[in-house]
């Protein structure tokens, strides 16, 4: 990489991967945002023949940055590393078994067999890396790494459940115990827990160094030979003295990020003379507190600036920027788009993502735009959402047409990989607004097993309630009311994500913690809270029907229905608003209240006549609000209830809605559920025959 000296740590690197012992180094490697981890990362990969140290190179596997949503998944890693590392096929195993449980999770399995396939398939993923490493010594990089948490909520605490924050930190430890044979880059700001865990977790595998390394800013003679390479193409570099240099050193503390910043000021004339007279007529301990003011005033807010209207963009855009959203944005044409977006390119500052050329800011440089840039964030995230809603609008339609298996799967990862990328800017644009998409979101994630999608959301998501910028603070301010809805919303959400996986003592046992800790006491006592309140209480008593506790299910339920009604029937409680976020969700939880009510009465009970009555005040709620799968699932439940009452015609028209609903929406496993309930008919009426010929 031209223009860059050897960073620190360089070499020991670089002898860790001549090691011929057949160990692997796992290097951790931390410092503040703007100190030149990924220059380090790229140095590496230039070694190794990269081009330009990102893209991968054998046997460099690229850098693999965590900032991108898309990477930060157990299968965007496992792909990435595949990518670059396979030589002969060593992971045709792996390919095999992940279309196995790719179809399986499109078919419904139960999710609690989805962990189980989950877990042999990361084992399966080692070992064909390891065929990789039993002939080549393989450098893995991974960039950003305090994205894989961005925090623990206090459901988590209270569950003890710190450790299920992502998909990705727990399996990287696992991925990281079982490699061999190779040298593995973390680079990220510092972060005590994955540090923590890292060191737990490999000091006792056998094979396995981990060496933490703390990489600061230039030293001063660092910083000279550094200005002495940049002078070769920054004019004017060359006319500030020795002392000028050190106050330079100083005033910058080093940061390579902000010494950049600097280099461009001076390169291209941006407000110089104000920002170098501003250093130098105070002390260098004022100089200090005001330069990351004064560079970005000097960089991005000279309207004389070619690409000042591009960098206001771009810093709005956290999931970077390419031509087509800079048309949306501007109205300019593509070839003045391309122009622009090309000559941000050679900046120091931006980074480029190999897989699509987006364009983002270095994360410091985000920083600084939020604190010291007067930018409409708000206004221009909006635009941003509208341009990923088209997008997102016309893969949908696509979806809607005849699609081959594998062709249906890559246009669901593209649309889930735009909705996670949307989700920041709906939440600028309007937190509230922004939280009840991700909680219809959330709920479809959960519901369908979809464990990668739902931790992206949710990471994204706690990225924005825990972040710093000034910006967002004053978007979603500390008081906020919607800040506690979060908070309290994530207890029925691990409830819920318990349940899926089938463990549903352990989603007992984390809803019962929940209502004896003091904290949670405003989720069981203000008006405010109820649908958080009534969603908890619906899956706690869920899970307390499955572990064999239906009288005290059969209380929690009704005293959800009687808060929420108020005493309203359902037709008429149903209609008000049904497609508004308040009544899409009180529409749900009342739905699926009756329905548990009604599955208790059927299946523990016996007691077929209240089951009726529950399932048909639990219809309206699904219909009003277009809850396909929900009406499915009750219309399925009433015709099984009909069965063991020998009404042989209601049994057989309800069974066959709920599996044409099913079929409409092309879940294989719930269309094989409802067949399964046919047959269960078909036997209740003596025709074993047909029971037969539908299994």
């Keep these: 990489m031209t223009g860059w000296i050897p960073r620190r740590f360089l070499h020991e690197i670089s002898e860790a991967i001549e090691a011929r012992d057949g160990s692997t180094h796992v290097f951790y490697i931390t410092g503040n945002a703007g100190v030149g981890k990924t220059v380090l990362l790229r140095q590496v990969g230039q070694k190794l023949g990269s081009r330009d140290g990102i893209a991968p190179h054998f046997p460099w596997s690229g850098i693999l940055d965590l900032y991108h949503s898309a990477v930060n998944t157990n299968s965007g890693l496992e792909e990435r590393v595949m990518k670059a590392l396979e030589t002969a096929d060593e992971f045709s195993a792996f390919r095999t078994e992940r279309e196995e449980f790719a179809a399986r999770r499109a078919a419904g399995l139960l999710a609690q067999e989805l962990e189980e396939a989950r877990a042999h398939l990361a084992a399966t993923f080692a070992d064909c890396l390891n065929k990789v490493t039993g002939i080549h010594r393989v450098v893995v990089a991974l960039d950003t790494t305090e994205r894989i948490q961005y925090g623990v909520d206090r459901v988590q605490v209270l569950g003890g459940l710190t450790e299920e924050s992502t998909t990705v930190r727990p399996w990287l430890l696992d991925q990281l115990a079982r490699w061999r044979n190779c040298v593995v880059l973390l680079a990220g700001r ?255 994630a959960i519901r369908a097993a979809e464990v990668g999608y739902d931790m992206r959301l949710r990471n994204e998501l706690l990225a924005f309630v825990n972040s710093a910028s000034e910006v967002d603070r004053k978007i979603l301010p500390p008081s906020s009311e919607l800040r506690r809805v979060i908070e309290y919303d994530a207890a029925a959400h691990w409830v819920k994500r318990y349940m899926i996986r089938g463990e549903n003592e ?54 959800v229905i009687a808060e929420l009604e108020g005493g309203a029937s359902p037709e008429e409680l149903a209609g008000q608003e049904p497609k508004s976020f308040a009544g899409w969700r009180r529409n749900l939880i009342l739905g699926r209240a009756h329905n548990n009510l009604g599955y208790a009465y059927w299946m523990v009970l016996r007691r077929y006549g209240l089951a009726l009555q529950e399932f048909r005040k639990a219809l309206p709620y699904f219909r009003a609000s277009d809850l396909l799968e929900e009406t499915a699932n009750t219309t399925d439940n009433m015709g099984r209830v009909y069965a063991a009452l020998y009404r042989r015609s209601q049994a057989e028209s309800l069974v066959e809605d709920g599996l044409q609903l099913r079929r409409r929406l092309g879940r294989d496993y719930r269309v094989a559920l409802s067949l399964i309930s046919r047959a269960i008919v078909h036997s209740a009426f003596n025709e074993p025959h047909r029971a037969f010929a539908v299994a």
Excluded at 336 to 350: I, S, Y
Excluded at 385 to 404: K, V
Aim: aromatic residues 8%; negative net charge.
């Design 506 to 559: 352990k989603a007992v046992a984390l809803a019962g913690r929940v209502r004896k800790a003091p904290e949670f006491q405003p989720l069981f006592t203000e008006p405010s809270l109820s649908l958080a309140r009534a969603d908890l209480g619906v899956y706690h008593a869920q899970a307390l029907i499955y572990t064999h506790r239906a009288d005290e299910a059969i209380e929690l339920l009704k005293s």
């Design 190 to 444: 510092p972060d005590p827990s994955l540090a923590s865990a890292l060191q737990s977790r490999l000091k006792e595998v056998a094979g396995v160094t981990f060496i933490p390394l703390d990489l600061t800013g230039f030293d001063q003679d660092e910083m000279r030979r550094y200005l002495a390479l940049r002078g070769r193409d920054v004019p004017g570099l060359d006319s500030l003295s020795e002392a000028d240099r050190s106050l330079l050193w100083q005033v910058t503390e080093g940061r390579p990020i902000r010494v950049e910043l600097f280099l461009e000021s001076l390169k291209y004339g941006l407000g110089f003379d104000r920002l170098w007279q501003n250093i130098t007529q105070g002390s260098p301990a004022k100089a200090r507190q005001e330069i990351d003011r004064w560079l970005m005033a000097a960089i991005m807010n000279d309207p004389a600036h070619d690409l000042h209207d591009t960098l206001q963009y771009l810093a709005v855009a956290r999931k970077g920027l390419d031509s087509a959203l800079l048309r949306h944005l501007t109205g300019w044409d593509e070839a003045r788009c391309h122009k622009q977006l090309e000559e941000l390119k050679k900046r120091t500052f931006v980074k480029i993502r190999p897989d699509d050329g987006r364009i983002f800011w270095h994360d410091e440089v985000f920083d600084l735009c939020d604190n010291y840039l007067i930018v409409r964030a708000g206004d221009l995230s909006k635009r941003i959402a509208e341009w990923y809603d088209r997008q997102i609008g016309e893969l949908e339609g696509a979806m809607g047409r005849p699609q081959g298996d594998e062709e249906r799967r890559e246009t669901q990862r593209k649309l889930q990989d735009l909705r996670v990328d949307s989700l920041i800017y709906r939440l600028r644009a309007d937190p509230h607004a922004g939280y009840e998409w991700y909680t219809r979101q959330a709920e479809y």
